[in-house]
């Protein structure tokens, strides 16, 4: 099993956002090191209740900083964001001590904010930047 974990391919030159994303990361890799080393559904329903209440405030972040920057995908992208708080919240609502949190729910996790981050988080990034059609 590879680690999740912070890495150049997400850096997208925005110190806050990638601070912010570095975070959301770790969260998910203690995810994993909760379910890798059995830790107990205690630990699990606190590091989803936290990343729940981590991305809804980075989300915030993002959006704001697009609509300052009249990002023109804003409505899309809050439609990801929006899916994905709402599988979180689902996976939370569904987990009870004592269970198993899936591998397939692990990697749902990993894909969706590595492919978020790298995907459509570097097209804002790059609009913001300027870098757009260079």
């Given amino acids: 099993m590879s680690i999740f974990?912070?890495?150049e391919s997400f850096v997208l030159n925005i110190p806050d956002v990638d601070?912010?994303?570095?975070r959301l990361i770790s969260m998910i890799s203690d995810l994993e090191a909760a379910v890798r080393e059995g830790t107990g559904g205690l630990i699990?329903?606190?590091v989803l209740q936290e990343l729940i209440r981590y991305?809804?405030?980075?989300?915030?972040?993002?959006e704001r900083l697009m609509m300052s920057h009249n990002f023109p995908g804003l409505a899309s992208h809050r439609q990801e964001h929006d899916f994905f708080v709402s599988r979180v919240k689902h996976i939370k609502e569904n987990f009870h001590d004592g269970d198993v949190?899936?591998?397939?729910t692990l990697d749902f996790l990993k894909e969706w904010i590595s492919?978020?981050?790298k995907g459509t988080d570097q097209i804002y990034a790059g609009f913001?930047?300027?870098d757009v059609g260079k």
Avoid at 55 to 62: I, L, N, Q, R, S
Avoid at 101 to 104: A, M, P, T, V, Y
């Fill in 55 to 62: 991305v809804a405030v980075h989300f915030e972040d993002e």
């Fill in 5 to 7: 974990e912070w890495n």
């Fill in 44 to 46: 699990i329903t606190y």
């Fill in 101 to 104: 949190l899936s591998r397939e």
């Fill in 128 to 130: 913001i930047r300027g």
């Fill in 115 to 117: 492919c978020h981050i």
């Fill in 19 to 22: 601070e912010q994303h570095q």
